[in-house]
């Protein structure tokens, strides 16, 4: 899963062409090529894709479709940390909802809104395998399981320290 976003960068071409190039001797290089342009630039930059699109003989928009598929794949930088909320059912039969509506109202956020100053990006996410300890989160790419309002205040405080 994702960690810490890198910052945004404009990328260089033969960057983004030799991120593209460690790829190809797998079997089905695609998703990997997006894995490894997001590691980079917290992102898959928009002008990777018709470079892929070359290095694998697809079309751009065959590109583009795969990747709008995924949920993980951003098309643009997200904020500093990425706060993943556990919207699936044994999240919600633990008041995972509730607790959510109230760390979007306190963060200003709806879902998937990153905060103006660029610290904290909210998303949805739908089981972490950690339904045992529900309501569960992940911030920056590690879990936290049995959430109540004080521990989302304490990760609000942590994600805008
Ligand atoms: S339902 Fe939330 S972790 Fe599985």
């Known amino acids: 899963m994702t960690s810490t976003p890198a910052p945004s960068v404009a990328p260089a071409e033969a960057e ?9 001797h797998l079997e089905g290089p695609l998703l990997p090529i997006f894995h490894a342009l997001q ?7 928009q ?3 018709s470079r892929i699109a070359e290095a694998l003989n ?4 065959e590109v583009h479709g795969v990747m709008s598929f995924y949920h993980d794949f951003r098309s643009a930088p997200a ?11 044994a999240c919600q ?3 995972g909802a509730a607790l959510a509506d109230r760390l979007l109202a306190k963060l200003g956020l709806g879902w998937h809104g990153t905060t103006p100053d660029g610290k904290v990006t909210v998303e949805p996410v739908y089981c972490l395998g950690l339904c045992a300890c529900a309501p569960a989160a992940m911030v920056d790419g590690k879990v936290r399981g049995r959430l ?3 521990a989302c205040d304490a990760l609000i405080a942590e994600v805008r320290a």
């Open 93 to 95: 039969s633990m008041g």
């Open 47 to 49: 002008a990777a894709l």
């Open 39 to 45: 590691e980079a630039y917290g992102h898959v930059p």
């Open 79 to 89: 904020g500093r940390h990425v706060l993943k909320i556990c919207r699936a059912e």
């Open 58 to 61: 697809l079309t751009r928009a």
């Open 16 to 24: 983004i062409d030799a991120l593209i190039a460690a790829q190809l």
């Open 148 to 150: 109540d309002e004080a």
